[in-house]
């Protein structure tokens, strides 16, 4: 079942067709109202009619995080405030966060496309969607909400956290899908489980989880664990949010909504183009959005683009479950942290070194972050509880940062291993455990 067939259907000439037209458009759009983009076109000797097709997309600048983060807050928007109806934002590479812009049109696109999101989950006006992401700045609560509301379905805004109201709710309410992120969903399995709550007492049918990585394991185990079917889908507030791309009913891939996106893979030390097939990092050009249309945005995300035709019917290219990230951006319960916020928040701390080591750990279902931070060789405790202190303080700056806790452990100077080329600050041991 699709939720716009046509769209979703149309064939592939016709898809590239129109990707030639409103990138040609979005050019041009971005060069009048964006000086960034006006700059770097021109320092690259390029004007908007050189631009015919998504041929030339290649010639095209990149656009990277750290552009964002240059302009902040408004810069690369498109659209005059008085057009800009929401913002969202996630977490930069520093204290500020990384924003997003978007008109009245650009919502109700999203809210199409998360509704043909939804639809791939088997959502339908009679489903009843327990949006679990967390509503706020964050894409994940309200993308998922407007999608679901466009389906025409029951939807109750819970938001994240308090586990057992969820499961009361989930088999008061009779909600038949679940949207979180895959971790807060087995958190939430596992909660049944204990709890010894019948599946058979529950309706959910369907869960429409993303927002971090997680692997073919985590699925079996979360199908497992709540008797659905488990649909990845993929997305980044400075795209747009959750429904970039989503997977259908075959769950073998996440299909892109090329109408309104081009994805290409490029190598990430080259910047060359790679062909379908190859993996490599994916960027995307927006082509209807008016708030804050990217050029090739560098998403740091490794995955593959698969064109061969779907069972499901629907034309639009699949990527593939993402396989890693290029930089050192790290997800923990859903949450993007960067080491460098850590720096950041460590600065000007009195007693505090900046050095520091990022230990994520998965327990039980949930990650958990330990920050390892050292101590000033010149500080001199005159009691624990001068220590305990600075630790709380050092706790206070970092979780304000990130957003998440940490546990922090103050660590005696010169006991954190330093690198011999690029400094690792963060020690990942969950990889291998599904
Ligand atoms: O995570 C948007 C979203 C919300 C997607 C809810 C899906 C569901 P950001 O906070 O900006 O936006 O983080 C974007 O999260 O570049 C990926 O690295 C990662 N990510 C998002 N979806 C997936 C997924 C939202 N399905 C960053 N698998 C992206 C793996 C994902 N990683």
């Known amino acids: 079942m699709y939720w716009d067939p046509s769209n979703e259907t149309m064939p592939r000439e016709k898809i590239l067709a129109m990707q030639d037209e409103r990138l040609v458009d979005t050019v041009k759009r971005v060069y009048q109202n964006v000086p960034f983009y006006r700059h770097k076109m021109q320092e690259m000797g390029l004007r908007p009619s050189d631009i015919k097709g998504v041929r030339d997309l290649h010639k095209l600048p990149f656009t990277n995080k750290t552009d964002l983060r240059d302009n902040y807050p408004f810069g690369l928007f498109a659209a005059p405030t008085e057009q800009i109806a929401r913002i969202h934002a996630s977490s ?83 909600a038949t899908t679940l949207c979180c992120t895959p971790t807060y969903a087995i958190v939430l399995g596992e909660a049944i489980r204990a709890a010894g709550i019948d599946l058979s007492r529950l309706k959910l049918r369907s869960g429409v989880f993303g927002a971090e990585p997680w692997t073919e394991g985590m699925r079996a185990h979360v199908q497992g664990l709540l008797n659905i079917h488990a649909h990845d889908v ?11 791309s989503i997977e259908c009913e075959e ?90 916020q850590v720096e950041t928040a460590l600065t000007g701390i009195d007693g505090i070194d900046p050095q520091y080591l990022l230990i994520v750990d998965l327990v039980g279902s949930l990650d958990t972050l330990a920050i390892e931070v050292e101590m000033s060789p010149t500080l001199a405790f005159d009691s624990v ?17 990130l957003g998440i806790s940490a546990e922090i452990k103050l660590m005696p100077f010169g006991s954190i291993p330093r690198g011999e080329g690029k400094t690792v600050r963060t020690k990942d041991l969950r990889q291998n455990i599904h």
């Open 251 to 340: 769950l073998a891939g996440m299909h892109v909504w090329e109408d309104h996106f081009i994805p290409e893979i490029i190598d990430p030390d080259t910047l060359e183009q790679l062909p379908h097939g190859t993996r490599g990092e994916i960027c995307f050009t927006t082509i209807t959005k008016e708030g804050m249309p990217l050029i090739r945005y560098r998403t740091h995300d490794l995955t593959v683009l698969d064109d061969t035709p779907c069972p499901c019917g629907r034309t639009h290219i699949r990527m593939k479950k993402l396989t890693g990230r290029t930089d050192d951006m790290l997800i923990i319960r859903g949450v993007n942290v960067f080491p460098s």
């Open 92 to 174: 930069g590479t520093t204290g500020k966060p990384t924003v997003a812009g978007y008109t009245a049109r650009d919502l109700d696109n999203w809210s199409e496309m998360m509704a043909r999101a939804l639809t791939c989950a088997g959502v339908t006006k009679s489903s009843i969607v327990q949006v679990s992401y967390g509503y706020g700045l964050f894409t994940g609560g309200l993308g998922a909400h407007m999608g679901a509301e466009r389906v025409g379905a029951t939807v109750i805004p819970m938001s994240g956290g308090n586990t057992k109201r969820q499961i009361m709710l989930m088999e008061d309410f009779g």
């Open 234 to 244: 993929y997305g980044l507030s400075e795209v747009m949010g959750p429904g970039v």
């Open 385 to 401: 509880r001068s220590i305990e202190a600075l630790r709380k303080k050092v706790d206070s700056a970092v979780s304000s940062m």
